[in-house]
C-alpha cells in the first residue's frame, strides 16, 4: 500500500479532459506518460522518474503526471497505440515529444529542460521561444524541425581538439569510431567561434580556467563529427572477397577478441565509453543523445541536407602495381569526384582470395600473371561514401573489358599503356 501511494505521489494521474486542463497550469516541467486504459502507464519509467525527483529536487519546477488518452479529447491522436509516448509540458505548452521507453533520452531531456528553468529563474538567460508541438495522428505525423524525437534520431557530436588536428590524429580516431561500427553522418573541419565553444561546453562554465579553454578550442582548426549509432553492420573483408590471412582477419582490440573466442554477443557500448575503452577520449568531447537536430545545425548548418541525401558506402581496392606507383594520383581523383574516404588498410592476398577476386579473368591467357602479381605486395583496401557511390564508382573506373577499355576510354585511370586489366576495382 505505501508502494502504490509512493507512485501516486510521484505521478498525478489525469484521467479527464478537465484535469488535463488543470495539470498545465503546473509551474515548470511537467513529464506525461501517454497511456492506454488496457494496458496502463509504463512501469519501467517510474524508476527513473522517482530518481530524477530525487537527485534534482525541484519540486516547485518538476512535476510527473500520467494521462489516459482514451480519456481525454485533447490526446485523441494517441488512441489505440502500443508504443509508450512521453510529453514535456514547459508552462503550458508542450515543447517536446518521445515515443518509446528510452530512457536515456528522456533523463536527457528532463536534465536539459529543468536546467533551463534553473538558469531562467536565475537572470542568466532568457526563456526560449519553444514551437508548440501540434497533436496529430502518429502514423502520419510529419518530419518538421525537433518536434518528433525518436530512438532512431539519436546522434552524438564529437569534436577533435585542435591539438589533436595538429597531431595529425583525425585519421585514427574516424578508423577506431568506424571499425566499431558507428556511422560518421557528417564531418567538418573548422576554426570554432568562441560562441560555439561556450554553447557546446556549457556544462563547464562555472570552472576557474574555462577562459582559457575557450582561448585554446578556438586557437586552430577542430574536427567536427556527428555520429550515430548505426543499424548495419560494415561489409566484413570477408565479405567483401579482400580477405587477409594475416591482417585483416584479426580483432582490432582485445575486447572484440576476447568476445569473439568466447561466442558471447558484446553488450553495446555507449560512443563515449567506446572511445575512453580506445584511449583517445582525450583528444576529442562527446555530446550524447542528441536528438533536436538545432543543436548540430549550430556546428552544421546544412545537416539536414546531408541527411537527405542518398549516400552510399563501397569497398575498392588498389591492386599492388597501382598502389605502389600512383598512389596518391588515385587517391585524389577519387576525392575529386566527391567520394570521402572513411578507411584504408594495406592487405597482402592470398593465392586463393585473389583468385576469388578475379575470377572474371580466369579464362584470360594473363591470368596466371594477374595472380602472381595480385599476391606479390600489399594492395589497398578503401571504405568510400558519396551520394550513389556505387553507381558513380562504376562510371569512374570505366568499361569491366580491356577491349572496351582501350576503344572507349584509353586514358582512365585504371587502365595504364601496356597494362592487360584494369588496376582496381
Not at 288 to 300: A, L, P, Q, R
Request: net charge negative.
Amino acid at each position: 500500500m505505501a508502494s502504490k501511494q509512493r507512485e501516486i505521489q510521484l505521478q498525478e494521474a489525469i484521467n479527464n479532459q478537465s484535469l488535463w486542463e488543470e495539470m498545465l497550469q503546473n509551474k515548470g516541467l511537467t513529464v506525461i506518460d501517454v497511456y492506454q486504459a488496457w494496458c496502463g502507464p509504463c512501469k519501467a519509467m517510474q524508476t527513473l522518474f522517482r530518481k530524477l525527483k530525487n537527485e534534482l529536487n525541484e519540486d516547485e519546477i518538476l512535476h510527473f503526471a500520467v494521462a489516459e488518452a482514451d480519456s481525454i479529447v485533447t490526446l485523441q491522436p494517441f488512441r489505440d497505440k502500443c508504443e509508450p509516448v512521453f510529453l514535456f509540458s514547459v508552462n503550458g505548452k508542450i515543447v517536446a515529444k518521445i515515443k518509446g521507453a528510452n530512457a536515456p533520452l528522456v533523463s536527457q531531456k528532463i536534465i536539459t529542460l529543468i536546467n533551463e528553468e534553473r538558469k531562467i529563474a536565475a537572470g542568466e538567460m532568457v526563456r526560449p521561444q519553444y514551437h508548440e508541438i501540434m497533436f496529430v495522428d502518429s502514423d502520419s505525423e510529419d518530419a518538421g524541425e525537433a518536434s518528433y524525437e525518436s530512438v532512431d534520431q539519436l546522434y552524438s557530436i564529437a569534436i577533435i581538439k585542435p591539438n589533436a588536428v595538429t597531431a595529425r590524429k583525425v585519421q585514427e580516431i574516424k578508423e577506431k569510431i568506424i571499425d566499431a561500427e558507428f556511422v560518421i553522418e557528417a564531418e567538418d573541419k573548422k576554426l570554432l567561434t568562441e560562441e560555439q565553444v561556450r554553447y557546446f561546453y556549457s556544462r563547464i562554465t562555472d570552472q576557474p580556467d574555462f577562459e582559457d579553454f575557450v582561448s585554446f578550442m578556438t586557437s586552430g582548426l577542430s574536427y567536427i563529427l556527428v555520429v550515430s549509432q548505426g543499424k548495419e553492420k560494415w561489409p566484413s573483408w570477408d565479405e567483401s572477397e579482400s580477405n587477409s590471412e594475416t591482417e585483416s582477419k584479426e580483432p582490432w582490440d582485445d575486447h572484440e577478441k576476447t568476445a569473439k573466442s568466447s561466442g558471447m554477443k558484446l553488450k553495446r557500448e555507449s560512443f563515449q565509453e567506446y572511445l575512453e575503452r580506445q584511449q583517445i577520449s582525450q583528444f576529442c568531447d562527446v555530446e550524447e543523445n542528441i536528438s533536436n537536430t538545432k543543436f548540430i545545425d549550430v556546428f552544421i548548418p546544412d545537416f539536414k541536407k546531408i541527411k537527405g541525401i542518398k549516400l552510399e558506402k563501397i569497398l575498392a581496392l588498389l591492386r599492388p602495381a597501382l598502389f605502389n606507383e600512383r598512389k596518391e594520383d588515385v587517391l585524389n581523383i577519387i576525392q575529386d569526384e566527391g567520394f570521402k574516404i572513411l578507411m584504408q588498410r594495406q592487405i597482402v592476398l592470398s593465392e586463393e582470395e585473389a583468385k576469388t577476386l578475379c575470377m572474371e579473368y580466369e579464362n584470360k591467357d594473363y591470368f596466371g600473371n594477374l595472380i602472381e602479381n595480385m599476391t606479390s605486395s600489399p594492395s589497398l583496401v578503401l571504405v568510400l561514401v558519396r551520394e550513389n557511390g556505387l553507381a558513380h564508382w562504376k562510371q569512374l573506373i570505366g568499361p569491366s573489358t580491356v577491349e572496351e577499355a582501350k576503344e572507349y576510354l584509353p586514358d582512365r585511370v585504371g587502365l595504364k599503356s601496356g597494362e592487360e586489366e584494369p588496376s582496381f576495382k
